[in-house]
């Protein structure tokens, strides 16, 4: 473990970083900055622990920056896993070298290869890419990568969960040049730790001892609400917005995104989408936009929203629950940035409940289930209206169990259920099975009939009594 540096000067960086660094304000490393920095410098390889948010850019920066030299020939490379974050690497690096003269290059899809091999060609000193560009560059012969000497894998769990790993294995093994290697991830699932072992050597592990992620310092929620109420929930949310919070919503698929989009707008609430087939430049206009804080809101799936370096986000939803374990953290690692605060709410469906109560117990999570949000002061008319939601109370056998105020004390199975087909004049067959305590009852009801044969049962006594019916969770 490195001695601890309290100010970057501490560090006696390179004249031209060290000038960048304190031009642009910076005093104090971050936590990763301090225990990944002083052994990247040393030329150790380097496993660190660090979401986006807590400063990993310049913790692999500065060393890369500081071993390459402006020769017009690649030396390092940093593979990330979406364009977009390769563009903001980018652009922290290029601040950070300040007048050494670097050239770094950007190398990503979805966009003109010809004119991004001329830039290429132009002289790269360090080049930030997504893998498969990178591969189809080099085989184009527009990028060499034999006399690399410096890799670096950015958000290696997210690439290697992308299925990246043969497209990294590939690089790695055209750099036979290479002499470091640093690796940086907010988590570490098997795949990394493989990873780890095939690509470093005798690695310094820049993290905490128990391999827990570091979670930011968020206020978690969850609501339970069925699919057809979520989008009441989110107007509650969104309505209880200051001006100028803002919100990431996530939903699992671009189909959804886009729907999302639609509704919230049609709702009068403004939000944008983002997803893997909107073009470069647009998804770039809409990150700068959320930067300038133009836009409030956003919707957007998890490969989009991967690497979005917006300090102003308050509030992320996770509208759909996500289907692994780690996209919660890199979710919610989105807000609570460089210590502020920020919120993170999960909409949990009856089907989404055991994917929460995992992802909790993964990343020991307190997530507690609370309420929707009231409406705030002198508000009075809820964005979306609340519906009717059956199919959260629904068997799978299109049941609803309902429980009475009556019991085998009072009356029998027979007489109830007789009397409940009378009053409500509805088939027998729309009843199931019903269970009697000496005072109470649960009595199954198909769910086309549930509705008006509770309002009936509330409307009606049976001899004088109030039956009280209250439907049960499934
Ligand atoms: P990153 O985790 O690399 O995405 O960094 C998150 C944000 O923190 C970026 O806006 C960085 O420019 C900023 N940042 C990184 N290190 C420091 C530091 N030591 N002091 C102040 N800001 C920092």
């Given at each position: 473990m490195s001695p601890a540096a309290k100010a970057f000067t501490d560090w006696d960086l390179d004249v031209a970083v060290a000038t960048a660094i304190s031009n642009k304000g910076w005093i104090n490393p971050t936590e990763i900055q301090i225990e990944a920095i002083p052994v990247a410098r040393q030329g150790r390889d380097v496993v660190g622990q660090a979401?986006?948010?807590?400063?990993k850019t310049a913790a692999f920066g500065i060393p890369i920056i500081e071993s390459?030299?402006?020769?017009?020939?690649?030396?390092a490379i940093i593979l990330c896993p979406t364009r977009e974050l390769a563009v903001q690497v980018a652009e922290e690096l290029i601040w950070l070298q300040g007048d050494s003269g670097l050239s770094i290059q950007t190398v990503y899809g979805g966009t003109d290869i010809e004119k991004q091999a001329k830039e290429l060609q132009s002289g790269a000193d360090i080049i930030v890419g997504t893998p498969g560009r990178v591969i189809d560059m080099s085989k184009r012969g527009h990028l060499k990568l034999a006399d690399i000497t410096n890799f670096c894998l950015d958000e290696a769990d997210r690439m290697l969960d992308m299925g990246f790993f043969p497209d990294v294995l590939w690089i790695f093994e055209q750099m036979p040049a290479r002499e470091q290697t640093l690796l940086f991830s907010a988590t570490f699932p098997q795949e990394v730790l493989d990873a780890a072992e095939e690509f470093m050597n005798d690695p310094v592990y820049a993290m905490s001892d128990d391999l827990d992620v570091e979670v930011p310092e968020i206020d978690q929620f969850a609501v339970r609400i069925g699919r057809s109420n979520k989008l009441w929930v989110l107007g509650r949310l969104i309505a209880n917005m200051a001006e100028d919070d803002q919100m990431l919503i996530f939903t699992n698929t671009k189909r959804m995104v886009e729907l999302l989009e639609d509704r919230l707008g049609k709702f009068g609430m403004k939000a944008t989408g983002m997803h893997g087939d909107k073009a470069q430049n647009r998804r770039e206009k809409i990150l700068n936009s959320l930067r300038e804080g133009n836009t409030r809101i956003v919707v957007a799936t998890d490969v989009a929203a991967r690497g979005i370096d917006v300090d102003g986000i308050t509030h992320v939803v996770n509208y759909d629950l996500p289907d692994d374990t780690e996209s919660y953290v890199h979710r919610i690692g989105?807000?609570?940035?460089?210590?502020r605060s920020g919120q993170a709410w999960s909409l949990v469906s009856k089907e989404d409940m055991a994917a929460l109560d995992k992802i909790a117990n993964t990343w020991n999570l307190e997530i507690p289930y609370v309420d929707a949000p009231e409406l705030p002061e002198g508000v009075n008319r809820d964005p979306v209206r609340k519906r009717e939601d059956w199919s959260e109370v629904t068997d799978p056998f299109g049941m609803v169990s309902v429980s009475l105020e009556i019991g085998s004390a009072t009356v029998t199975k027979r007489s109830l259920a007789d009397w409940i087909v009378n009053e409500a004049r509805i088939p027998e067959i729309a009843l199931g099975e019903i269970q009697m305590k000496d005072t109470s009852s649960t009595i199954q009801i198909h769910v086309e009939k549930a509705s008006y044969v509770i309002d009936v049962i509330k409307k009606r006594q049976f001899g004088g009594l109030t039956l009280n019916p209250s439907i049960l969770e499934f």
């Open positions: 979401r986006t948010g807590s400063g390459a030299n402006p020769s017009g020939e690649p030396q989105r807000t609570g940035r460089m210590g």
